[in-house]
């Protein structure tokens, strides 16, 4: 009985070992989306100047940004095509608003789960001398495949000075279980005024 017992506590101490070496491995690594590093789909549009690129990610994702009405939307898929017809490509957030050409990429070991992107939201209630609105800044937080591509958490980066750490734990805790179409989009930490711009309808 005593080898039998331990038996389990060696087996036993393996798991908690192997559980303890998967959470080590989720870290972050950055890939880019400024234009000069992405490929331009067609030709902008002569009527509105809308683009779309596509931009190269890890483990053989791509990045589709599509900007129409200074307005841009974000997604991730094995191609052009699975990218477009994910949810991610059909979000619009109802101001003006960019996202930035850093997207940090949430992995576990070589896997990646979610990416991070830093977006910049128009104010226009907050006008610059020039009368042009200020924006505002906040992190999304977008779950990867297997499943769909959507948003899963909004980080207000002004209101939250640990904003890219409230990210990361986001996307850890919640990404890969995250129900693109069923659960609702999670506000983590204090909510300031991006994620109220974000949100309004």
């Not at 490929?39 to 596509?54: E, F, H, M, Y």
Request: proline residues 5%.
């Amino acid at each position: 009985m005593k080898h039998i017992a331990g038996i389990g506590l060696a087996v036993l101490v393996i798991c908690i070992g192997l559980n303890s070496a998967d959470a080590q491995s989720v870290g972050s690594t950055y890939t880019s989306t400024a234009p000069r590093d992405c490929r331009q789909i067609g030709k902008p549009n002569k009527l509105d100047g809308s683009t779309t690129r596509a931009c190269p990610g890890k483990a053989g994702f791509l990045v589709l940004i599509a900007e129409d009405d200074l307005r841009e939307s974000v997604s991730v898929g094995r191609n052009r095509r699975e990218a477009a017809e994910e949810p991610a490509a059909k979000i619009w957030f109802a101001p003006f608003n960019s996202s930035e050409t850093t997207i940090e990429w949430r992995a576990a070991g070589a896997k990646p789960f979610a990416i991070i992107q830093r977006w910049h939201i128009a104010d226009n209630s907050d006008p610059d001398k020039q009368g042009r609105p200020n924006t505002k800044a906040m992190l999304v937080v977008t779950r990867l495949p297997p499943g769909s591509v959507c948003h899963v958490a909004y980080v207000d980066a002004i209101a939250n000075p640990t904003a890219n750490e409230l990210a990361r734990k986001a996307a850890d805790d919640f990404a890969r279980g995250f129900a693109c179409g069923k659960d609702e989009v999670k506000i983590i930490g204090t909510r300031g005024r991006a994620v109220g711009l974000a949100t309004m309808r």
